[in-house]
T-cell receptor, first 113, second 107 residues
Framework: DAMVIQNPRYQVTQFGKPVTLSCSQT?????MYWYQQKSSQAPKLLFH???????NEADTPDNFQSRRPNTSFCFLDIRSPGLGDAAMYLC????????????FGDGTRLSIL | LAKTTQPISMDSYEGQEVNITCSHN???????ITWYQQFPSQGPRFIIQ???TKVTNEVASLFIPADRKSSTLSLPRVSLSDTAVYYC????????FGAGTRLTVKP
């Protein structure tokens, strides 16, 4: 089945140690998104790609970066994780344009020691 | 911007029909309303989308009045497994989630 896959499901890193989260898709969608979701809160959009065009949300901290080497893969890099970055990170894809539903992976839960 | 407003939480009992209303007063002419369902520790899942009148699928129905300033997600005969957060999204904010409605189904 076509899907969005996030690896790993659980990631533990140390305070200040860079970490990379991965997302892959078999849907061949042009648009990929990264969200941060903290406990009992709604997903918060960090950034999205339309093909290789990167769109950063105004309030996304500089500590968060992303790479999209090809259509299928997208990475979230957290350069110096702080305790406040512990959260679920969700990847999603969609076709381009408004009114296109998003397809989500099951997320990576990041813990900071 | 078509900001949406939903109740923060709702309680129901197994077997009941649940209706969750979303208001979107500034929806644009060509925009659809999209609903997602999210279970704990999972990503949101698309459940239904509509433009006007009524849309039905195997999971839910979506009712949209003529003025399109609101929409109602209807879940028939809910079970415990329908306990989740339900999000209503409308462009151009259809990639940004509001608080959603936390539905709790009780036995």
């Amino acid at each position: 089945d076509a899907m969005v896959i996030q690896n790993p499901r659980y990631q533990v890193t140390q305070f200040g140690k860079p970490v990379t989260l991965s997302c892959s898709q078999t849907l061949n969608h042009n648009v990929m998104y990264w969200y941060q979701q903290k406990s009992s809160q709604a997903p918060k959009l960090l950034f999205h790609y339309y093909d290789k065009d990167f769109n950063n949300e105004a309030d996304t901290p500089d500590n968060f970066q992303s790479r999209r080497p090809n259509t299928s893969f997208c990475f979230l890099d957290i350069r110096s994780p702080g305790l406040g970055d512990a959260a679920m990170y969700l990847c999603a894809t969609s076709r381009p344009g408004s009114n296109q539903p998003q397809h989500f992976g099951d997320g990576t839960r990041l813990s900071i020691l | 911007l078509a900001k949406t407003t939903q109740p923060i939480s709702m309680d129901s009992y197994e077997g009941q029909e649940v209706n969750i209303t979303c208001s979107h007063n500034n929806i644009a002419t060509n925009d659809y309303i999209t609903w997602y369902q999210q279970f704990p520790s999972q990503g949101p899942r698309f459940i239904i989308q509509g433009y006007k009148t009524k849309v039905t699928n195997e999971v839910a129905s979506l009712f949209i009045p003529a003025d399109r300033k609101s929409s109602t997600l209807s879940l028939p005969r809910v079970s415990l497994s329908d306990t989740a957060v339900y999000y209503c999204l409308v462009p151009p904010e259809d990639m940004r989630f509001g608080a959603g409605t936390r539905l709790t189904v009780k036995p």
